[in-house]
């Protein structure tokens, strides 16, 4: 007897999607921290408030 296969529901997949890519977002932001904190960044440009009014 044929058996129908089970269905996943749309939404369950769009929350993994979103949990997926936001996975990915958070990664990439606390690499950038890490470097900017470490001094490491290359990529990355920002001023350093500090320097300017120190000088």
Request: net charge positive; aromatic share 8%.
């Given at each position: ?32 921290a ?22």
């Open positions: 007897m044929a058996v129908p296969k089970k269905r996943t529901s749309k939404s369950k997949s769009k929350k993994a999607q979103w949990r997926k890519k936001s996975l990915s977002v958070s990664r990439k932001s606390l690499s950038l890490k470097s900017l904190l470490d001094n490491k960044s290359n990529s990355f440009v920002y001023a350093n408030f500090k320097s300017i009014n120190n000088d």
